[in-house]
């Protein structure tokens, strides 16, 4: 095998920053999990802690691993065969293959664990793959394990779950998917430069993976740190991110088959290409989708208040509500300005003008934001309960029917 660059000085660093970040990932995820009251939620944070904290721990080992390769330093780049080596090179190595099938487990035990009807059996699949990386008997079956069913299973699985994950999210956060999706891809890239089979090729810059590394990590990171709010807009975090990175991939995937990689790393590449930027056409189609119908229904909702809303008692006073009509100085039933006398619930403090509080004690008796009794001496007979009382009237009139000796006789 040819003379290759190994790594350099300022590679070193930047490899050494990027682990300590995804480290730091990984731990920040099971800090937020923690304090999770939900237990999906809890173990979802788990499970996605799993990822950056594998790839560090991975990484770990093949950062330590090449300083097992024998050669020689070049104007302070270090020159080797990766063919020629001690002892230790091959241990670090199978350590790095373990520690991503480790995370592999954690990650779809997760999923397993909340959608219960896989009746966990990738997780098990992922332990029987991960026990045969252990125990093989050489470096090489230990290596083809890695780089098919585990590494392949990983690209299949994660973006399918984070799919799904997307799916059964509401609008509003289904743009934090595409910072995970796009993370992901970069922790792989990350992984392949970083190995041998990458380094041969003498194609890509030695600090291209740590970089991808640090982007990664960044991306992953960033929807539990901003404001909720600059998540909002779905769709253009997941064109973005697809207009980002399919040209970026390709490129990669073009120098691979000009440098001659090796064939099952195209085709595994090929694959994961397309499979993962389906995904990506699917959720951008689902959330465009959703985006219009929730417009047509904000544009009923807004012709429904408009004309009628200000005759009808609205089905849901929230907080907000509350506030509004309380800072604007306007009662929340008639919606006029009040300017002298008021009514201010003991409760919640929604407001009234003394016109709608004496009509609804009149009636309701109960504040529409709390149901708290507008005159504690009358009865209280909230919005709700006399509709259905109503209603029950209504129904028992419909369903009297004239018994047998209430017809009139035949003439």
């Not at 997760?110 to 093989?136: H, M, N, P």
């Not at 083809?144 to 999210?169: A, K």
């Not at 219009?292 to 229904?297: A, K, P, R």
């Amino acid at each position: 095998m040819a003379i290759v660059m190994i790594w350099d000085p300022v590679e070193r660093i930047l490899w050494g920053l990027g682990i300590a970040i995804a480290l730091i990932c990984g731990v920040y995820f099971i800090y937020k999990g923690r304090k999770r009251e939900i237990f999906n939620e809890r173990i979802i944070m788990f499970g996605l802690a799993s990822l950056p904290l594998s790839f560090a721990f991975s990484l770990l080992f093949t950062f330590l691993q090449v300083f097992n390769v024998q050669g020689t330093f070049v104007d302070s780049i270090f020159y080797g065969d990766y063919d020629n080596y001690i002892t230790p090179y091959e241990h670090l190595g199978r350590a790095s293959y373990i520690s991503i099938g480790i995370g592999g487990i954690f990650f779809i035990l997760a999923f397993d664990i909340i959608v219960k009807r896989t009746k966990y059996l990738l997780t098990i699949a992922f332990i029987i793959l991960t026990g045969i990386e252990i125990y093989s008997p050489t470096i090489e079956m230990a290596k083809v394990v890695f780089n098919l069913p585990i590494l392949l299973g990983l690209l299949i699985l994660v973006p399918l779950v984070l799919y799904l994950y997307t799916r059964w999210s509401h609008l509003e956060f289904k743009a934090v998917s595409s910072f995970l999706l796009f993370g992901f891809l970069l922790f792989m890239m990350s992984l392949n430069l970083a190995k041998s089979v990458h380094k041969e090729l003498n194609a890509y810059p030695l600090i291209l993976g740590p970089l991808f590394l640090i982007l990664g990590c960044c991306l992953t990171i960033l929807p539990t740190i901003i404001n909720p709010k600059v998540l909002s807009r779905a769709l253009i975090y997941w064109v973005g991110y697809a207009i980002i990175s399919i040209p970026l991939f390709i490129v990669i995937l073009y120098i691979d088959i000009i440098k001659d990689l090796e064939t099952p790393y195209i085709i595994e590449f090929v694959v994961a290409f397309v499979y993962v930027y389906t995904l990506f056409f699917l959720v951008i189609r689902d959330i465009r989708s959703e985006i219009i119908i929730s417009v047509e229904h904000e544009k009923d909702k807004e012709i429904q208040s408009g004309v009628l809303g200000i005759f009808t008692r609205p089905l849901k006073v929230t907080e907000e509500d509350v506030m509004f009509h309380r800072e604007q100085k306007i009662c929340l039933v008639c919606k006029g300005k009040i300017l002298r006398s008021i009514y201010l619930c003991p409760e919640c403090d929604a407001l009234y003008c003394n016109i709608c509080s004496t009509a609804l004690s009149t009636l309701e008796n109960a504040c529409w934001a709390c149901n708290t009794p507008f005159d504690p001496l009358k009865p209280v007979k909230p919005y709700k309960e006399m509709e259905e009382r109503l209603k029950t009237k209504k129904l028992k009139k419909i369903s009297k029917k004239p018994k047998i000796h209430d017809l009139p006789p035949e003439k």
